[in-house]
T-cell receptor
Framework: TQLLEQSPQFLSIQEGENLTVYCNSS?????LQWYRQEPGEGPVLLVT?????EVKKLKRLTFQFGDARKDSSLHITAAQPGDTGLYLC???????????FGAGTILRVKS | NAGVTQTPKFQVLKTGQSMTLQCAQD?????MYWYRQDPGMGLRLIYY???????DKGEVPNGYNVSRLNKREFSLRLESAAPSQTSVYFC????????????FGSGTQLSVL
């Protein structure tokens, strides 16, 4: 059983469309991170959210941490083929503790 | 500045063979981690080392051993490989002063036949 549930598992969209990826848990996390992974490479950190209700923007990507710090979402506006990859959320129960990863969402953006 | 370097990139083993996956980081980070990644299961922590001289089990430690040789190097050993250990293995290092920020290597794809 995954401690962090990501949905959808797979998403295939056309260039220019918007999308949202969800990361849900019944546990409270002190922080939550989003990583992006390309084939043959390791995950690369996109953002860390720490405060309940926090919203962070990274160009066309908007990240939100739920008020209760149990869930998070990643919204991409006007997706581009370069956004294609595996998106992973990861939560930490307390500062310095191990990270728990979700199973990931595979995003494919077609031109 | 290479960050986190893993070797080898690919490896094929027969059941029962042993091997060591090497990991080195040049960022002077205190904490290092070994994860395995399987389809549909995300990244699962095998072992980690919070600092030089210490190691602890993660979520899936059975069948593995680790050595934190010094601050730079953290190796993962499979003593008797099994097909269930076919996976992609990632080493990661953490910046101690940054909240749980992990830097990953590019992975080792291991097949056990």
């Amino acid at each position: 059983t995954q401690l962090l549930e990501q949905s959808p598992q797979f998403l295939s969209i056309q260039e220019g469309e918007n999308l949202t990826v969800y990361c849900n848990s019944s546990s409270v996390f002190s922080s939550l991170q989003w990583y992006r992974q390309e084939p043959g490479e390791g995950p690369v950190l996109l953002v860390t959210v720490v405060t309940g209700g926090e919203v962070k923007k990274l160009k066309r990507l908007t990240f939100q941490f739920g008020d209760a710090r149990k869930d998070s979402s990643l919204h991409i506006t006007a997706a581009q083929p370069g956004d294609t990859g595996l998106y992973l959320c990861a939560g930490a129960k307390e500062y310095g503790n191990k990270l728990v990863f979700g199973a990931g969402t595979i995003l494919r953006v077609k031109s | 500045n290479a960050g986190v370097t893993q070797t080898p990139k690919f490896q094929v083993l027969k059941t029962g063979q042993s091997m060591t996956l090497q990991c080195a980081q040049d960022m002077n980070h205190n904490s290092m981690y070994w994860y395995r990644q399987d389809p549909g299961m995300g990244l699962r922590l095998i072992y980690y080392s919070a600092s030089e001289g210490t190691t602890d089990k993660g979520e899936v430690p059975n069948g593995y051993n680790v050595s934190r040789l010094n601050k730079r190097e953290f190796s993962l050993r499979l003593e008797s490989a099994a097909p269930s250990q076919t996976s992609v293995y990632f080493c990661a290092a953490k910046v101690a002063k940054t909240r749980e920020k992990l830097f990953f290597g590019s992975g080792t794809q291991l097949s056990v036949l």
